[in-house]
């Protein structure tokens, strides 16, 4: 027999701010399931309001006009809603709308990565002063539980590292570059016709929201106030055919990852956030992330590996994780009790780029000639970068030479990359890619 409501509770009245992709399929699925996610709460969910842009617009909701607004300020502080979902995304009317719902009572549920990305602590602040939860399990990933695992079923284990594929479409892009051998520009254009990439692709392709979700993962995982500002940033716009066909040559493949590490300093324990094409071992999880699939690798001192997989963008996958927050907080505020806060404790100094650790991938255009390879090897033991592997493509005036270095510093590889382009007989480096994922 499924359990029965208290009669006496009230029902949680939900105002739905944004009615888009993921906002109108969590209308749907409210209104669709209300009875069920009732029991699971403890009390009914009633869809009070909607704040859309544009009321008119056709969409293929069964709900009363009157439930639609254009007053979104008017909804989140009229005084008895009980949990405001964000779903417009973007920075501002999303933050005032979300601060005034904290203060008048209401507990939030927002999806929006770049709002969290670079004034969260002030959302956060703002939620702990007014005891409600702020729940954003739909900020990264879409439907992958990933943000809860961090901030709740790992507390208690000690994370090293998180890899993600957190990019749908740049995933899309880099798959299909590798599986028909074609170039970015043209791959680019197909995902836009089949509506993998948007029309103004510069957030995905650019690395923008990649960088989002890794500001937020860097700061669940280490207890440090991680932003986008911090997160060293490359998009894959200058990833090529032959890039590809490199890593497949060494067993790699080319994915854009965002990865958050704890670095040991001289000074202590430290953090670094990044987002960039990388090369990574076939074998490695994350190389079997096809397509616009989402994916992050988290390596703790306890738990060991763990892989949490699956479609990380999309009304559905995305109003899955927006539903099950909201069951979460509603469930909280029927028992009156508030979960985690924002667990910015550690407050660990957060480390540029320069001083990230990896292995590189350098490709280097030189003369076909006696003594060229011993002074690019000079030129790589100056800045104390050590050499893996050399190789040698091609002759005469079309000869490269391959290099994959043991794991330096960011800087000193950069520094490495700038000596070699002022040398004679180095026509070009053509190609520098970080190798992540080996032992
Ligand atoms: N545009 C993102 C992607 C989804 O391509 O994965 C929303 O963050």
Same mark, same amino acid.
């Given at each position: 027999m499924s359990p029965s409501i208290d009669a006496s509770e009230r029902p949680l009245r939900v105002a739905l701010l944004g009615c888009g992709v993921v906002g109108s399929e969590v209308a749907r699925l409210l209104t669709r399931d209300a009875p069920e996610l009732a029991r699971r709460v403890g009390a009914p969910l009633e869809l009070a309001g909607i704040?859309?842009?544009?009321? +008119?617009?056709?969409?293929?909701?069964?709900?009363?006009?009157?439930?639609?607004?254009t007053d979104a300020h008017a909804l989140v502080t009229r005084g008895d809603?009980?949990?405001?979902?964000?779903?417009?995304?973007?920075?501002?009317?999303?933050?005032?709308?979300?601060?005034?719902?904290?203060?008048? +009572?209401? $507990?939030?549920?927002t999806a929006n990565k770049a709002l969290l990305a670079e004034d969260g602590g002030q959302?956060?602040?703002?939620?702990?002063?007014?005891?409600?939860?702020?729940?954003?399990?739909?900020?990264?990933?879409?439907?992958?539980?990933?943000?809860?695992p961090l901030l709740e079923s790992l507390a208690g284990d000690?994370?090293?590292?998180?890899?993600?594929?957190?990019?749908?479409?740049?995933?899309?892009?880099?798959?299909a570059m590798t599986t028909h051998g074609s170039g970015f520009a043209e791959v680019l254009e197909e995902a836009q016709r089949l509506g993998y990439a948007e029309a103004d692709p510069t957030a995905d392709i650019e690395g923008f929201d990649a960088a989002s979700k890794a500001a937020i993962l860097a700061s669940l995982s280490f207890h440090t106030r991680v932003v986008i500002g911090d997160v060293h940033r490359e998009g894959?716009?200058?990833?090529?055919?032959?890039?590809?066909?490199?890593?497949?040559?060494?067993?790699?493949?080319?994915?854009?990852?965002?990865?958050?590490?704890?670095?040991?300093?001289?000074?202590? &324990?430290?953090?670094?956030?990044?987002v960039h094409p990388a090369m990574i071992p076939?074998?490695? &999880?994350?190389? $079997?992330?096809?397509?616009?699939?989402?994916?992050?690798?988290?390596?703790?001192? $306890?738990?060991?590996?763990?892989?949490?997989?699956? &479609? +990380?963008?999309?009304?559905?996958?995305?109003?899955?994780?927006?539903?099950?927050?909201?069951? $979460?907080?509603?469930?909280?505020?029927?028992?009156?009790?508030?979960?985690?806060?924002?667990?910015?404790?550690?407050?660990?100094?957060?480390?540029d780029i320069g001083r990230a650790r990896t292995r590189y991938h350098v490709q280097i255009d030189v003369d076909d000639r006696a003594g060229v390879l011993s002074t690019v090897a000079q030129a790589f033991a100056e800045f104390d970068v050590s050499i893996k592997t050399v190789r040698q493509e091609g002759h005469g005036s079309d000869a490269q030479l391959v290099i994959v270095t043991h794991e330096a510093q960011d800087a000193a590889l950069d520094a490495t990359v700038r000596a070699l382009r002022d040398l004679d007989m180095v026509r070009d480096v053509s190609s520098v890619m970080r190798v992540e994922g080996v032992g």
């Open positions: 704040a859309v842009r544009r009321p +008119g617009r056709e969409r293929d909701l069964d709900l009363p006009e009157d439930l639609f607004t809603i009980d949990v405001v979902v964000e779903v417009i995304g973007g920075i501002e009317p999303a933050r005032e709308l979300i601060l005034a719902a904290l203060e008048n +009572g209401a $507990s939030v549920v959302l956060f602040e703002a939620a702990a002063k007014a005891e409600r939860d702020i729940a954003f399990e739909a900020a990264v990933a879409g439907a992958i539980p990933i943000v809860r000690a994370i090293h590292r998180v890899l993600g594929i957190v990019n749908g479409t740049t995933n899309f892009i880099l798959d894959i716009t200058d990833v090529t055919a032959a890039d590809i066909r490199s890593a497949e040559e060494m067993g790699c493949v080319v994915k854009q990852l965002a990865i958050c590490e704890k670095i040991e300093t001289p000074d202590g &324990p430290a953090v670094s956030a990044r076939e074998s490695h &999880p994350l190389a $079997s992330v096809r397509g616009a699939y989402n994916a992050v690798f988290v390596e703790s001192e $306890s738990a060991g590996q763990l892989m949490f997989y699956g &479609p +990380g963008a999309g009304g559905a996958p995305t109003a899955s994780a927006v539903l099950g927050d909201l069951v $979460s907080v509603a469930r909280n505020r029927v028992k009156k009790v508030w979960g985690p806060g924002e667990s910015t404790h550690a407050q660990l100094d957060v480390l």
